[in-house]
């Protein structure tokens, strides 16, 4: 049986950390996989999860079963936390998923068994994982323009362009917010644009949303999000709490779907549960039920709020540094839209080849696309990082 099977490409950050891990030398960097670490390269429980899970140890009574759709209470809580009241109650249906991977997969499948038909639409470039779900789910799929190599920036009237093109019945994919792997991101005017389009050609936004407060904070991140689903009919919206509440492991997310009325709503629902029973079951409980007490117990809450405000800001900080520092160096503000660029990541818009020298003289870790992880700087290493980046002639 097992013969039949063929291999299946090897994820590339995965093997770039295995590369990472044996280099010996102790000046190296690794901006490679997506986490948030600290300035000592760590991986830190956040203040504010630890102590849930100290009152859940206490206070849990039991580990049965929640509901299909994981614990209401989360679904509540997280669902504030992104849409802050924009839909109606009336038309959100919504199920806890393993992660924002699970929403992703889930909102893809429910759109497979609404519309056989339909084109999945990324944006180029786009995380990987989006590509090979809709690969694996063996659905059509189109890119649009989205980035702009020269400047750095959105490539608008190309997207703009290329969604034009769009058919009723298509899916959208658009990130939330901290776009990745690039760091160039819609702004409000963007937003309204794309809403509109979307709604004129009737097709329908999935927006994956792994980065709230990352960005320019946990209300502005979310602005683009509570837009499309305020204006139109129908949209699908997957959520991470892996990197903004650090509970990467545990498995935690939230699919939700917005649709015109609470009848469909019904419907919609049900098709949610129904997928989660056929997929795994119950959603995982932990990691949900620390981020709904978090976010449901206001000095939690205001712990958790001020160290992702922390983290936000040690990453902007990185990025004015960097960017400082290769204007310094070249004395050019090319490399200005590192500072303009939000969230953990940035494409820095470097050659494979120059990525591998940053490598192999430098002892920089980057992915191959020169995406990097800017949580993976600290203050000494953002000079190493400059001297790689002039050295090898970005
Ligand atoms: N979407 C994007 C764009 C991401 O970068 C990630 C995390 N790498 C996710 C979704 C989902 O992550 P997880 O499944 O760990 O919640």
Redesign the pocket.
């Given at each position: 049986m097992f013969e039949h099977l063929n291999a299946q490409a090897q994820d590339k950050i995965m093997a770039l950390m295995v590369e990472y891990r044996e280099d010996p030398r102790d000046t190296k960097v690794d901006l490679g996989v997506?986490v948030y670490k600290d300035p000592t390269g760590n991986t830190p429980v956040m203040r504010a999860v630890k102590a849930a899970e100290k009152q859940l140890l206490e206070k849990e009574t039991t580990k049965s079963y929640t509901a299909l759709g994981g614990d209401p209470a989360f679904v509540k809580a997280l669902s504030g936390l992104v849409l802050n009241g924009a839909v109606e109650e009336g038309r959100l249906a919504a199920a806890a998923q393993?992660?924002?991977?699970?929403?992703?997969h889930q909102a893809l499948e429910l759109v497979k068994m609404a519309n056989p038909d339909a084109t999945v639409w990324v944006s180029d470039p786009?995380?990987p994982?989006?590509l090979s779900i809709i690969k694996h789910l063996k659905m059509k799929m189109t890119p649009y323009r989205y980035f702009d190599n020269d400047t750095r920036a959105v490539d608008f009237s190309g997207m703009m362009a290329d969604l034009g093109n769009v058919a009723a019945g298509d899916v959208v994919i658009l990130?939330g917010c901290?776009?990745?792997?690039t760091g160039a991101n819609l702004n409000m005017e963007q937003w309204k644009e794309v809403t509109e389009l979307l709604g004129a050609k009737q097709a329908l936004p999935l927006i994956?949303?792994?980065?709230q407060g990352f960005g320019d904070g946990l209300e502005a991140d979310a602005l683009g999000v509570r837009h499309i689903t305020s204006t139109l009919p129908e949209s699908l919206i997957?959520a991470?709490?892996?990197?903004n509440f650090g509970v990467?492991r545990e498995?935690?997310?939230l699919l939700m779907a917005v649709s015109p009325d609470d009848k469909m709503k019904a419907v919609t629902q049900q098709n949610l549960t129904h997928l989660n029973r056929q997929n795994f079951s119950f959603p995982p409980d932990h990691g949900a039920r620390v981020v709904q007490m978090i976010l449901d117990d206001p000095a939690l809450r205001t712990e958790w709020e001020t160290e992702l405000e922390e983290v936000r800001n040690t990453m902007l900080g990185l990025r004015t540094q960097l960017a400082e520092a290769l204007q310094a160096r070249t004395g050019s503000d090319r490399f200005g839209f590192l500072a303009e660029h939000r969230g953990?990541?940035s494409r820095l818009g470097a050659t494979p080849e120059q990525v591998e020298t940053m490598k192999e003289k430098h002892g920089i870790y980057m992915v191959g696309d020169s995406r990097m992880n800017i949580a993976g700087l600290n203050k000494d290493t953002v000079d190493i990082l400059a001297d790689a980046i002039v050295d090898a002639g970005v």
């Open positions: 997506g393993p992660g924002g991977t699970g929403a992703i786009t995380w994982n989006h990130h901290c776009h990745n792997p994956d949303i792994a980065y997957a991470s709490c892996s990197k990467y498995r935690t997310g953990m990541f």
